[in-house]
C-alpha cells in the first residue's frame, strides 16, 4: 500500500487548506489513519487521526481548527485546514495503518506518505 499525500500550499493566518492522502495498492483496508507535521527544528507531532468507526482524535493545538474525514470508497483521508496560524507551518505527512489480502496471507502494516509543506504566513 502506498500513500500519496497533496494540497499543501503558502496561506496566509486565518486562511484555510485542506489535504489529502490517497492510498492505492491491491486488496486492502485502511484501518486507522493519520496526519503528523514536523516544524524546523521540532519533533513530529501528531495532528490528527481517524478510527475506521469514524472516531477521530486532535492534538490539542489544532482541536476546534482542524477536521478529518475519510471517503473509504476512494481511499481517501483528508485534513480540513481553518483558522490558520504561523505555528502550523510545518511539513505535513500522512499515514495508515492497513490489512492487505494481496498475499498468500494477510498483512498488516503502517505505511507513511511523503511530506507536503505548509506554509503560513502572518
Known amino acids: 500500500v502506498q500513500l500519496q499525500a497533496s494540497g499543501g500550499g503558502l496561506v496566509q493566518t486565518g486562511g484555510s487548506l485542506r489535504l489529502s492522502c490517497v492510498a492505492s495498492g491491491s486488496r486492502f483496508k485502511i484501518n486507522t489513519a493519520g496526519w503528523y507535521r514536523q516544524a524546523p527544528g521540532k519533533q513530529r507531532e501528531l495532528v490528527a487521526e481517524i478510527t475506521s468507526g469514524g472516531s477521530t482524535n486532535y492534538g490539542s493545538s489544532v482541536k476546534g481548527r482542524f477536521t478529518i474525514s475519510r471517503v473509504d470508497a476512494k481511499n481517501t483521508v483528508y485534513l480540513q485546514m481553518n483558522a490558520m496560524k504561523p505555528e502550523d507551518t510545518a511539513v505535513y505527512s500522512c499515514?495508515?495503518?492497513?490489512?492487505?489480502?494481496?498475499?498468500?496471507?494477510?498483512?498488516?502494516?503502517?505505511?507513511w506518505g511523503q511530506g507536503t509543506l505548509v506554509t503560513v504566513s502572518s
Open positions: 499515514s495508515a495503518d492497513w490489512i492487505s489480502w494481496a498475499s498468500e496471507a494477510p498483512v498488516v502494516a503502517r505505511t
